[in-house]
């Protein structure tokens, strides 16, 4: 059985049967008739699937935002927020899409090139418990307005929201099958997701998850011969130029270090600061971080909420502690507190050397660090020197300065004087131990098609 419990209580919310082989074998067979019909549809009857579910999403998002905080534990008004930014991404594919697939024509020595976009067939998504409609939506939009069918693994901890999730595709109008969820227990996933991979139904594969989650994934693609994304963790760096506006970065690192409790890969998790600003920076931070409420995610006042699962709280409570053992300064925060639930307070950690947990590791939650540069190159070097590469941001009241220092981070992305946030108008994805691969705008509805060229002599 699959058991979710409510972080906040620690109680039981559900209990769900997880699919039997043959279940799993009869969800498959089904899906690929499903996409063999759909790849027929044109995308202009697509189109009405999917704007009809973003009317959905937006009608029923204080519902499906209730099950979000209750079986994650996210603050309400940002579960009611990522249904109805699920919505947006649902509407921008249905009217783009057309366009991102348009035949190409190419002039090959006066003769006819052209280059289609054919859909492979069914793809799988390994889905995460952190976002829980919007990881699924975004990766669903793209794959299945370009003619694809979809068979979701998501996390079982937010299996209400995975039924949820399967339950409005087909109130949309789409066929039944052409999108499915399988129900999978912890203890089977990696065996399970192997043989989904390797299973022929199967044409690719895209993940969001942990680093080793997607080094799993990615092996057991590479043997199948399958095509994949991968979009995994981060160590985000925000980097504080001494010519910064202080006020602005201060809330914006915040907002973006405690959104979703800390739970995000591309939360702001390393503020790489000027040294002649950092101790004022420091003040800043910890008098506005200290305001953040902690408590019941259905309480709107409240900020953090709990992470998703005890071992999660104590993991980072470790990376904290042994940080803090090797000489780290833990200005606030830092202990576990003494109440139901799943619940860990901000947290700054400053005075971090290379090697430390905080330095090193992605953190999942509601911790920052806070480093010191000596200048823009140095600033530039802390920030490289990480094995991830997903999302980054730059401080300066220069454009050109801070450009310049954008350009030399080894990131999928870099907002300047703006926290890092996925865009349907942009492409999502990174490099390094932060995968590859991109979701979101024609760049993500592209990375599961076959991209054919024909030549007529």
């Known amino acids: 059985m699959i058991v979710t419990i409510n972080p906040a209580t620690e109680e039981i919310l559900a209990e769900y049967p997880a699919m039997t082989s043959p279940e799993v074998e009869e ?26 579910l973003a009317e959905l999403l937006r009608k029923e998002k204080d519902e499906h935002g209730a099950l979000i905080a209750r079986e994650m534990g996210k603050p309400i008004r940002e579960a009611v927020a990522e249904v109805e930014k699920c919505g947006w991404v649902c509407d921008y594919y249905a009217e783009h899409a057309a366009a991102f697939l348009e035949p190409e024509s190419v002039d090959i020595d006066c003769r006819i090139g052209m280059v289609t976009f054919e859909p492979l067939g069914v793809v799988l998504g390994v889905m995460p418990w952190n976002f829980p409609f919007w990881q699924v939506i975004r990766f669903a939009a793209a794959v299945m307005m370009a003619g694809n069918g979809v068979v979701i693994k998501h996390a079982p901890n937010v299996t209400g929201s995975a039924i949820a999730l399967e339950k409005l595709f087909r109130e949309a109008g789409f066929h039944p099958d052409l999108y499915r969820t399988l129900h999978v227990d912890i203890e089977d996933v990696n065996r399970v997701v192997g043989e989904l991979i390797a299973h022929p139904v199967i044409k690719a594969v895209s993940i969001t998850g942990s680093t080793g989650a997607g080094m799993a994934v990615a092996e057991k693609a590479g043997k199948a011969l399958k095509r994949s994304v991968l979009e995994l963790g981060g160590n985000d760096p925000y980097i504080v130029l001494d010519d910064a506006d202080l006020d602005q970065a201060v809330d914006v690192c915040i907002a973006s270090r405690l959104l979703n409790t800390g739970q995000s890969c591309i939360a702001a998790k390393r503020f790489i600061v000027a040294g002649s600003i950092k101790d004022r920076f420091e003040e800043m931070l910890l008098d506005k971080m200290g305001l953040a409420v902690m408590g019941d995610p259905f309480d709107p006042s409240v900020r953090i909420g709990p992470l998703a699962r005890k071992d999660l709280r104590d993991e980072l409570h470790r990376q904290v502690e042994q940080s803090r053992a090797e000489g780290a300064n833990v200005l606030c925060g830092g202990a576990v507190p003494d109440r139901k639930g799943f619940f860990y307070p901000a947290t700054i950690v400053t005075d971090v050397l290379p090697g430390m947990a905080v330095y090193d590791q992605e953190t999942f939650g509601p911790v920052a660090t806070v480093l010191e540069a000596a200048g823009d190159d140095d600033a530039v070097r802390i920030a490289n020197d990480s094995p991830y590469g997903l999302g980054s941001a730059v401080f300066s009241r220069d454009p050109e300065r801070a450009m310049n220092v954008a350009a030399r981070l080894e990131a999928g992305n870099c907002f300047i004087n703006s ?7 942009l492409p999502f994805g990174g490099i390094k131990q932060s995968g590859y691969g991109r979701e979101l705008s024609r760049y993500g509805i592209r990375e599961f098609v076959n991209v054919k060229s024909i030549y007529i002599g």
């Open 27 to 52: 969800v498959l067979l089904c899906s690929e008739e499903a996409a063999r019909l759909w790849k027929d549809i044109p995308v202009s009857v697509r189109k009405k699937s999917m704007t009809r």
């Open 419 to 425: 926290m890092v946030k996925s865009d349907p108008r």
